[in-house]
């Protein structure tokens, strides 16, 4: 008899539990119920989508000058092509174009650098973006300047006025929304009651209501010799608003953060700012991670509503370009463009937010 006391190499799995086979099994197909409810949902899928990449892709019209272009019966991209320098800039001067488009590059470099790790001198970038250039992007949009001239707010409009309330908003509301979450739980009973009355006033009005305000009746508070522009109140409003909504968020993420990390601060002979902005401010703005970029997503999409009080931003310059009689009937491409753009936005801003979320993870749940 011979014995082999080789091992033997190991089989491979069964085809039906490894694979895409086995995918299938285990996510799509593994109950009775998860079964019907795969075939109900590919069967509506497939009734839907078909069609809808028909209409959109398959027999769309792209090139063209007019509506007499649009003859295949699918969607009419040439609207969004011939009206696209309207939907970017607004009623913008087109020989300025390019100060717009100056500000976009320089902005995209400065987030590429500020994203990208390896990049030398990040903190000195991101303080450039948050101080410098909001200065270079005013004297370049509105001129007055090193010979630029000077073109008047209610010509901005379409993406770039969308992107400029979003930007101004995101940025400001941040460190407002930090010290009214921070005067909230603070121990002196003024500053605490100003700030919790202030957070529960601007939550309990809607948004058209406070950019009706700061349209109508902030330049009655306002001095005489002042006079505050359309899209100056606006960014007021708005910024104020979504400052209350931050300051819950950041609030939360105080809150979360153990008594003990208080207390290692206080024994460490802390001052209350060294304590807050070394010890428990980065630890509560990591974990509410989730919760902040919720609230500039919504805050992003809540933009649109300024056409309310005469400013076009992305929306009403497409709503807008619908009344036009030359292209009337053709609304269904132009809010899909909308919704497209606000989409790429949105989602770029919550893949970076979960980027953020993986790489700061350090088992903070787990800390007694």
């Not at 250039?133 to 090193?146: E, K, Q, W």
Request: glycine share 8%.
């Amino acid at each position: 008899m011979i014995i082999n006391d080789k091992k033997l190499p190991d089989l491979p799995p069964p085809t039906s539990t490894s694979g895409p086979i086995g995918w299938l099994r285990n996510n799509l197909f593994d109950t009775p119920l998860n079964s019907i409810l795969t075939l109900v949902i590919g069967y509506l899928l497939v009734t839907n989508l078909v069609p809808l990449i028909q209409w959109a892709f398959i027999d769309a019209d792209w090139i063209g000058d007019s509506r007499d272009a649009c003859t295949s019966g699918g969607a009419c991209w040439v609207f969004v092509s011939v009206r696209l320098n309207q939907f970017l800039y607004g009623f913008y001067p087109e020989s300025e174009y390019w100060r717009i488009n100056t500000l976009f590059v320089l902005l995209g470099l400065l987030l590429a650098g500020m994203i990208y790790e390896k990049t030398p001198k990040r903190g000195w970038i991101a303080l450039f973006t948050l101080v410098v250039f909001p200065v270079i992007a005013y004297f370049m949009l509105h001129g007055g300047s090193f010979g630029l001239p000077v073109v008047e707010t209610h010509k901005w409009g379409g993406l770039t006025l969308t992107l400029v309330l979003a930007l101004v908003g995101i940025v400001a509301s941040l460190p407002i929304g930090v010290m009214l979450a921070l005067g909230r739980r603070s121990h002196m009973p003024i500053v605490r009651s100003f700030c919790t009355i202030f957070i529960e006033v601007w939550r309990g009005v809607p948004l058209i209501t406070i950019l009706f305000m700061a349209s109508v009746m902030l330049p009655l508070f306002a001095p005489e010799e002042i006079d505050l522009d359309k899209l100056v109140r606006a960014l007021i409003g708005i910024t104020l608003f979504q400052s209350a909504y931050m300051a819950e968020v950041i609030r939360a993420g105080l809150q979360a953060i153990p008594k003990g990390q208080y207390e290692a601060a206080d024994a460490m002979g802390l001052s209350y700012w060294k304590k807050m902005g070394l010890i428990i401010l980065p630890q509560a703005l990591k974990i509410v991670i989730p919760g902040i970029v919720n609230t500039f997503i919504a805050l992003f999409k809540d933009t649109s509503l300024v056409l309310i009080i005469g400013l076009f931003d992305l929306l009403a310059i497409v709503q807008s370009a619908l009344a036009d009689p030359k292209w009337l009937g053709y609304s269904t491409e132009g809010y899909v463009f909308v919704a497209f753009v606000f989409w790429v936005f949105c989602f770029a801003m919550s893949r970076y937010s979960q980027y953020l979320e993986r790489k700061l993870h350090t088992g903070h749940g787990a800390r007694q």
